[in-house]
C-alpha cells in the first residue's frame, strides 16, 4: 500500500510557495517540471497525476558559476562644438582682438593694396597679442632661414617636412627654407558649459 504524503500545514505551504516561486523565475528546468502539475490542477485532474516517490538525494552544492563583470558603458559622445569648444574659444578670441573672421570673410579683391594692409596690421596686431597670451611658441630649428642644415637618419617627419629632391635615405643636408613653429605650453581658459562655443561673436545692434 502507497504511504500518503502528510498534510502540510498553512507555514509549510507558505515556504515551499516562496520557493517554487523564486525556482521557476531563476530556473527553467524546474518551471518546466512544475507545469503539467499547474495544469492539472487548473483542469480539476490533480489526483490522476502518479504519487511522487520520495524526494531524491540532493547533488552536492556546486560553486555558482558568475559571468564576468560587464565593462562599463562609455560615457555618450560630446556635441562636435562641445568636443571643440577650446579651438572655437581660441577662434573666438582671434575675432575679438584682431577681427580674424571679419578679415576672413570679407572679400578683400575689392580693396586695395593699401587698404588690405592697414586692415592686416590691425589683424597681426589683434591675434600677435591672443598667441602670445595664450600660447608659448618655439621653434622647430633655431637656424635662420637660408642656412644649411643637416637632416639626421631617424629625424622627426613631422617636426621636418623634405621639399626638393628627395631622393635615397638620410641623412641628407638641405637649406632652410622655414624654420617651422612648435606649442611647448597651451593656457587656454575652460570653457563654461553655459556658454555656446559655436558663437564666436555675437551680433551688435545699437539702440537708438
Known amino acids: 500500500m502507497t504511504d500518503q504524503p502528510a498534510s502540510l500545514s498553512f507555514f509549510a505551504r507558505f515556504w ?18 512544475v507545469l503539467p502539475t499547474s495544469r492539472a490542477y487548473d483542469a480539476g485532474q490533480l489526483a490522476q497525476l502518479p504519487s511522487g516517490g520520495p524526494a531524491p538525494t540532493p547533488l552536492p552544492k556546486q560553486e555558482e558559476v558568475r559571468p564576468p563583470p560587464r565593462a562599463p ?24 582682438e584682431g577681427r580674424f573672421v571679419d578679415f576672413l570673410q570679407e572679400n578683400v579683391s575689392a580693396f586695395s593694396d593699401a587698404e588690405v594692409g592697414a586692415a ?13 597670451t595664450y600660447l608659448t611658441l618655439e621653434r622647430v630649428l633655431p637656424q635662420s632661414e637660408g642656412d644649411s642644415v643637416p637632416v639626421p637618419v631617424g629625424f622627426d617627419a613631422q617636426r621636418i617636412r623634405l621639399t ?45
Open 16 to 33: 515551499l510557495a516562496w520557493l517554487c516561486f523564486w525556482r521557476c523565475l531563476v530556473s527553467r528546468e524546474f518551471a518546466q517540471a
Open 73 to 96: 558603458e562609455p560615457p555618450p559622445a560630446l556635441a562636435p562644438e562641445r568636443e571643440h569648444a577650446s579651438a572655437l574659444s581660441l577662434l573666438g578670441m582671434l575675432q575679438r
Open 120 to 132: 592686416a596690421r590691425i589683424v597681426h596686431e589683434g591675434c600677435r597679442k591672443v598667441a602670445q
Open 164 to 208: 626638393g629632391n628627395v631622393a635615397g635615405q638620410p641623412p641628407y643636408n638641405g637649406i632652410l627654407r622655414h624654420h617651422g613653429w612648435m606649442t611647448t605650453a597651451v593656457k587656454l581658459p575652460t570653457v563654461s558649459p553655459a556658454i555656446d562655443p559655436r558663437v564666436l561673436a555675437p551680433a551688435e545692434v545699437e539702440l537708438s
